[in-house]
């Protein structure tokens, strides 16, 4: 209310800071019960080429399986692990997780499909990126150059010279960089270099106003040129609607990733997609014109 606001203003040192610093404390305590106790877990949801209509791959999401509050979307936990720095476990355990992933579609003979995992800025310059990659690729025996890395314009932004040159020793590795949520950061285009990005994923934001916003479309048509003639891979993310498909999919090859096709999806629904819309074989994947 008005009144209890106004008693936060005048006494803004005592009781509101030290309770936010309890609660946070106290979500802390409990996300490390869940990763000790297995309660995270990963969502899956597929990209879909718009000119085949096949998966080419899928991005993994984080859920928290809480035992009193139920499922917590990313959103909510993820800020919090990263102020905690329980980012670098959680995205290991994520890393671990989606590698074995990929494993399972390797011994099932679906060796085209990629797998995305979301880094923070948080897992570059705490925790060993490179060392977790490296031993999940390792530990499970899959191609490198299936699991993609995506990464946000602001957590490059954040310390640039020492993420370009941590992303530079895993593109060695063979694994692909993807910058997530572009539109919505600054300068963007520098980083697309920089970065050696080979994946560009367009912001949710841009989507919802298609077809309808003319000035949007124009904008959404020139990055995807843009990132063609880069020879980058080009995701659509958040597609809804049968108008929005109906509008990208005369840009010629893109995926795009949305709840059109599907929501994220816990493992187990996987095949029932891989049934459904079918895989992209290989040699005609969009991912392999990119830059390797
Ligand atoms: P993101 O990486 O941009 O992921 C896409 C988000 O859009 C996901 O939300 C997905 O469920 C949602 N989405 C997909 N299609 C649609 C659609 O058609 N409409 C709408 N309204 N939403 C759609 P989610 O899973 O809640 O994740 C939110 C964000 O949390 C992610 O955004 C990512 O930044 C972060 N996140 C998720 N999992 C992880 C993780 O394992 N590690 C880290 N560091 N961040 C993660
Ligand atoms: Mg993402
Ligand atoms: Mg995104
Ligand atoms: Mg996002």
């Known amino acids: 209310s008005a009144k209890d606001a106004g008693k936060n203003c005048y006494q803004f040192y005592s009781p509101h800071l030290s309770h936010r610093a309890d609660h946070l404390m106290r ?18 949801q597929p990209m879909i080429d718009l000119s085949r209509r096949c998966i080419t791959g899928f991005e993994a999401l984080a859920r928290w399986n809480h035992p009193q ?23 290991d355990f994520v890393i671990r997780t989606a590698c074995r992933q990929l494993a ?13 995992v979301n880094i923070s800025a948080v897992q570059f310059w705490r925790g060993d990126l490179y060392e977790t990659v490296s031993r999940a690729i390792e530990e499970t025996g899959v191609a490198a150059h299936r699991l993609e890395l995506e990464i946000t314009e602001t957590a490059m932004m954040e310390y640039p010279e020492l993420v370009s040159e941590k992303i530079i020793a895993l ?12 539109g919505t950061g600054y300068s963007s285009l520098s980083y697309l270099n920089r970065f050696s ?61 949305g709840f059109l096709f ?31």
Request: aromatic share 6%.
């Open 27 to 44: 979500w802390e305590q409990q996300l490390r019960v869940a990763l000790a106790e297995e309660q995270l877990f990963l969502l899956y």
């Open 69 to 91: 509050h139920g499922i917590i979307a990313a959103n909510e936990f993820i800020p919090i692990a990263e102020s905690t720095g329980l980012i670098v476990p959680i995205g």
């Open 104 to 116: 399972v579609w390797q011994n099932d003979g679906y060796d085209s499909l990629s797998l995305s």
């Open 171 to 182: 593109k060695r590795l063979g694994v692909r960089v993807a910058l997530d949520d572009f």
């Open 197 to 257: 990005v080979d994946t560009l994923k367009v912001d949710r934001s841009f989507v919802q106003a298609i077809p309808g916003d003319r000035s949007v479309c124009v904008m959404v048509s020139a990055i995807v040129n843009l990132a063609r003639s880069l020879g980058l891979k080009v995701v659509v993310e958040g597609t809804e609607t049968e108008e929005q498909i109906a509008w990208l999919s005369q840009l010629g090859r893109i995926e795009a990733q």
């Open 262 to 292: 599907s929501r994220p999806v816990p493992a187990d629904g996987i095949p029932a997609l891989l049934e459904r819309f079918g895989v992209c074989s290989a040699r005609e994947a969009q991912s392999a014109q990119a830059r390797g």
